[in-house]
Nanobody, 124 residues
Framework: QVQLVESGGGLVQPGGSLRLSCAAS????????MGWYRQAPGKERELVAD???????RYADSVKGRFTISRDYVKNTVYLQMDSLKPEDTAVYYC??????????????????WGQGTQVTVSP
């Protein structure tokens, strides 16, 4: 069974930095894209950044120039370096793995997976 395990959230002051990590485990043959979404209280979940198999990236306009996404294709791990954090970045951040082709219980399948979420709080 595929699992996404996130780490790196926490409390930071405005202008500070955090680095999130998300590792996918299981018998994985391929992953199309990996990325980060976030959801603030009372708001919908939104894309923060993602990175495809060919290393193409996209970012939300609100984080461009401040956040950097990277990926270790051997370790099936995605990272989000967050610099110059603002209070409006406060949210639960969720890792996503898109179109994961994996083997479990005698069956190969392709589906999307989500991590459990990690809290990021930016406050003085």
């Amino acid at each position: 069974q595929v699992q996404l395990v996130e780490s790196g959230g926490g409390l930071v002051q405005p202008g500070g930095s955090l680095r999130l990590s998300c590792a996918a485990s299981g018998t994985i043959f391929s992953i199309n894209a990996m990325g980060w979404y976030r959801q603030a209280p009372g708001k919908e979940r939104e894309l923060v950044a993602d990175i495809t198999r060919d290393s193409s990236t996209r970012y939300a306009d609100s984080v461009k120039g401040r956040f950097t996404i990277s990926r270790d294709y051997v370790k099936n791990t995605v990272y989000l370096q967050m610099d110059s954090l603002k209070p409006e970045d406060t949210a639960v951040y969720y890792c996503n793995a898109d179109r994961v082709f994996a083997y479990y219980g005698g069956i190969s399948s392709t589906r999307n997976y989500w991590g459990q979420g990690t809290q990021v709080t930016v406050s003085p």
